[in-house]
């Protein structure tokens, strides 16, 4: 079993900051990738950046140049800074871990979700 725990999401104004942190534990050997999704009220989640094992980065067109994910592989935690927030990016955030354990079995897993809210 694999816990994520999020924490960071809150209200700000546009053009605000905001940081959102994400920390895995348990039955973890190695982590593959950590990243973060978002979903809007009536909107499909979707994939805002991912940081792979190697360190590689993706982020979705609409956040590149706004945002940056981060991550400490020692503390299995996984930052991800909001700058210049829009209203658009109001939703819930979700932070999801891909690792395996020492048996080499790979969990997906995900936290239970932060809300940040972006006011106009």
């Known amino acids: 079993q694999v816990h994520v725990v999020e924490s960071g999401g809150g209200l700000v104004q546009a053009g605000g900051s905001l940081r959102l942190s994400c920390a895995a534990s348990?039955?973890?050997?190695?982590?593959?990738?950590m990243g973060w999704y978002r979903q809007a009220p009536g909107k499909q989640r979707e994939l805002v950046a991912r940081?792979?094992?190697?360190?590689?980065?993706m982020y979705v067109d609409s956040v590149k140049g706004r945002f940056t994910i981060s991550r400490d592989n020692a503390k299995n935690t996984v930052v991800l800074q909001m700058n210049s927030l829009k209203p658009e990016d109001t939703a819930v955030y979700y932070c999801?871990?891909?690792?395996?354990?020492?048996?080499?079995?790979?969990?997906?897993?995900w936290g239970q979700g932060t809300q940040v809210t972006v006011s106009s």
């Open positions: 348990g039955s973890i050997f190695s982590i593959n990738f």
């Open positions: 940081i792979i094992s190697g360190g590689s980065t």
């Open positions: 999801n871990v891909g690792s395996r354990n020492a048996l080499g079995t790979f969990f997906d897993s």
